[in-house]
């Protein structure tokens, strides 16, 4: 499996602000993924991270709000931006090494936005 | 903690009994399903998966049980124990887009009593 590692583990945010959470694996993965934990939820899946190009967002997810890079295989960044309190989540980041098979998380980014 | 489960429907089990979490899944193309644990503070983690071509699998003190038919998983853990507290979910692959994708069920707060 691989170890990913995510930056900040949890932060405290002010409304309108703009705020970039980076994941980390430590070897090179097909694919990564961010996931959205609001509390007392369920994960909802907001896009997949595509190395060189474009994300794809799932319904009701907007590159505008939710930026994602992905320059290489082995490194991807979420933003969250003009925050409002009802981005307060966990943001998960997770890779999968083959095309159908388990995913691992990280620890996950635990935004409050006041 | 993150109040991970806040909003979930409990089950509640004597330490030693053996406990049996359900889900319903969408869809019925779904091929690959995973049971994870989530403990407060923490990211999901792996417990077991199963593939649509078989309908039992276990591992060391679970086993998932599948059934096509009615679109429906269980996770059984024999011997329930204290550190099996957390949150459970399941997910299904979904292959949508190009991608394979593992979408999450509402999950399951398991709390073991002494």
């Known amino acids: 499996s691989a170890v990913i590692s995510q930056k900040p583990s949890r932060d405290i945010c002010q409304r309108g602000t703009s705020l970039t959470i980076q994941c980390q694996v430590d070897?090179?993965?097909?694919?990564m993924f961010w996931y959205r934990q609001q509390p007392g939820q369920s994960l909802t899946l907001i896009a997949t991270a595509n190395q060189g190009s474009e994300a794809t967002y799932e319904s009701g997810f907007v590159i505008d709000k939710f930026p994602i890079s992905r320059p290489n295989l082995t490194f991807s960044t979420l933003t969250v931006s003009n925050m409002s309190p009802e981005d307060s989540s966990i943001y998960l980041c997770?890779?999968?090494?083959?095309?159908?098979?388990?995913?691992?998380f990280g620890e996950g980014s635990r935004l409050t936005v006041l | 903690g993150e109040n991970v489960g806040l909003h979930l429907p409990t089950l509640s089990v004597q330490e030693g009994d053996n406990s049996i979490i359900n889900c319903a899944y969408s869809n019925s193309a779904s091929d690959y399903f995973i049971w994870y644990k989530q403990e407060s503070g923490k990211g999901p983690q792996f417990i077991i998966d199963i593939r649509s071509n078989m309908d039992k699998r276990q591992g060391q003190r679970v086993t998932v049980l599948l059934n096509k038919t009615v679109k429906h998983l269980s996770l059984q853990i024999a011997a329930t124990q204290p550190g099996d507290s957390a949150v459970y979910f399941c997910?299904?692959?979904?292959?949508?887009?190009?991608?394979?994708?593992?979408?999450f069920g509402a999950g399951t707060r398991l709390a073991v009593h002494p």
């Open positions: 070897s090179q993965v097909t694919m």
């Open positions: 997770s890779d999968k090494i083959t095309g159908i098979g388990e995913l691992f």
């Open positions: 997910a299904e692959n979904h292959f949508s887009g190009g991608y394979n994708k593992l979408i």
